[in-house]
């Protein structure tokens, strides 16, 4: 009897090799330092600290269990995300995952609104950044000095991402350190000394649905908890940064969904029994609940000393988005995807960076920024596209995904969900087309009707510019890379 030859066990370089490419990376990125980068991405701070005040007003002390469901809701996305990052570790996360899945031109449309939401991301994180910052700073947190400390985060998020990947490594390390301490911190600090209220708040809405049923006023204040989770697709988005991507980046993600969700639940809980008064915060008599708040449970020092953990958070934050919005954008170019591919596609050997596609990650955020200030309620507009934009990019993978599956492909990678890959594909997709619904929706009658459908005209911009430019310039059709070839590949085992 022969013995059978054991299958020679890939490298990640050897998995590249297979997907028809050759990285110039250098995986200097640990397992800890690629968690770390999806986890300030996702940013407890960074989201609970931005929207509390316009979640609390819209839904009362209820509001928190909108973390509960998009926790779930998007566990289960990272769960398909896994299983696709193990199967194809290629830098850029969704757009390769997408064209290999589908094809180029889902891929391509795929990358572009999933670029365009980075971007916008990267922009309203630094424009929630901005009032902390001229605070600390002694400023008046006016819209103009709002809009010039969220251009000096993105300019100093940049330098440290053109630093290269250890620096950006060891960066993301010390700002998930922070953000978790500082959270747990104040957040202790808050329920010890600062508790006003019992946890039966959080099951009274004190009229925050005005006549009506409460149903309404939680999913409106729901953008908190949709704003929260994502961000454990960078893990993926820098996979040919990462030794044994297939195994490492998987856990990663989960983890960013495990830890962040806590922590940013744990932290929206301390604020929430500080409160002083939730009908003030309701009616728009205390439109800075968060300020007020740390102010009096730390004076006006300590406020201060907060505050600058906060911005480390921010700054992470952003520094997080650019890291996966350049990898995204270098992807797309190398495979010619993308007008001005040749200088996005351009590598700096010494750093082991994109630099255009990083220079790109911060000059469109600042241009946004500052365009904000043609709009009133501004960052709420600018949140609410970026997290449309987000959730379209993951649901048209997870879709692909699904539809990949019903004609026969079965991931192959070191992480799959075996026979329950199929209902947890079906329910991260009725999640994500649900959260999207809900983004969209008009709540605003009275308001003019572009003021009121802001969010679904902006996506269908985005989507419909793409369509034009994919119509006329047919970028899609400028790569030979493999597409489309995930069923064929299992249907040729």
Avoid at 330 to 347: E, I, V
Avoid at 435 to 445: D, K, L, Y
Avoid at 455 to 464: A, D
Wanted: charged share 10%; proline share 5%; hydrophobic share 50%.
């Amino acid at each position: 009897m022969t013995a059978t030859a054991p299958k020679p066990v890939l490298t990640a370089e050897d998995r590249l090799k297979d997907l028809g490419y050759t990285s110039e990376f250098k995986r200097d990125m640990s397992p800890w330092a690629n968690f770390s980068l999806g986890f300030t991405y996702l940013s407890p701070v960074v989201s609970t600290y931005t929207l509390f005040g316009v979640a609390l007003a819209l839904g009362g002390p209820p509001m928190i269990w909108s973390f509960v469901v998009a926790g779930v809701g998007q566990f289960l996305v990272a769960l398909v995300f896994g299983e696709l990052v193990a199967q194809y570790p290629v830098a850029g996360g969704v757009y390769p995952w997408a064209r290999r899945l589908w094809g180029k031109r889902w891929a391509w449309m795929t990358g572009w609104v999933y670029m365009i939401a980075l971007l916008v991301t990267i922009a309203s994180v630094s424009y929630g950044a901005g009032p902390y910052l001229a605070t600390l700073l002694g400023y008046n947190a006016n819209v103009g000095n709002t809009v010039l400390c969220a251009i000096a985060i993105i300019a100093v998020s940049t330098l440290i991402n053109y630093a290269g990947t250890k620096v950006l490594s060891w960066a993301a390390i010390f700002g998930f350190a922070a953000e978790i301490i500082g959270a747990l911190a104040v957040g202790i600090w808050l329920l010890v000394e600062n508790r006003i209220h019992g946890l039966g708040v959080l099951f009274d809405s004190f009229g925050a649905e005005g006549s009506g049923s409460y149903l309404p006023a939680f999913f409106a204040a729901g953008i908190i908890g949709l704003y929260q989770y994502y961000g454990f697709e960078a893990c993926g988005d820098t996979a040919e940064e990462v030794k044994d991507p297939g195994r490492v980046i998987p856990k990663a993600m989960r983890r960013t969904i495990y830890i962040g969700g806590a922590a940013a639940t744990f932290a929206c809980l301390s604020l929430l029994l500080a409160v002083p008064d939730f009908g003030k915060v309701i009616d728009g008599t205390d439109a800075d609940p968060v300020t007020n708040i740390l102010t009096n449970a730390f004076g006006p020092v300590g406020y201060k000393i907060v505050i600058a953990v906060v911005l480390i958070s921010f700054l992470s934050c952003t520094m997080s988005l650019q890291a996966a919005a350049s990898r995204l954008t270098y992807s797309y170019a190398r495979d010619k995807m993308l007008f001005g591919h040749k200088a996005l596609a351009k590598f700096n050997q010494k750093r082991h960076i994109p630099p255009y596609a990083l220079a790109l990650a911060g000059i469109i955020p600042a241009v946004i920024v500052v365009a904000s200030m043609l709009s009133t309620n501004a960052l709420d507009k600018i949140v609410s596209f970026a997290t449309l934009g987000i959730y379209l990019g993951f649901q048209m993978v997870v879709f692909a995904a699904l539809r990949a599956r019903l004609k026969g492909w079965t991931p192959s990678g070191e992480f799959t969900l075996g026979r329950w890959g199929l209902i947890v594909n079906v329910l991260a997709l009725a999640y994500g087309v649900a959260a999207m619904v809900n983004m969209v929706w008009p709540r605003t009658p009275d308001a003019p009707w572009y003021d009121n459908y802001v969010v679904i005209l902006s996506g269908v911009l985005v989507v419909g510019i793409g369509l034009v430019y994919m119509v006329i310039a047919k970028p899609f059709g400028n790569s030979d890379a493999p597409a489309g070839d995930a069923v064929l590949a299992q249907q040729a085992k």
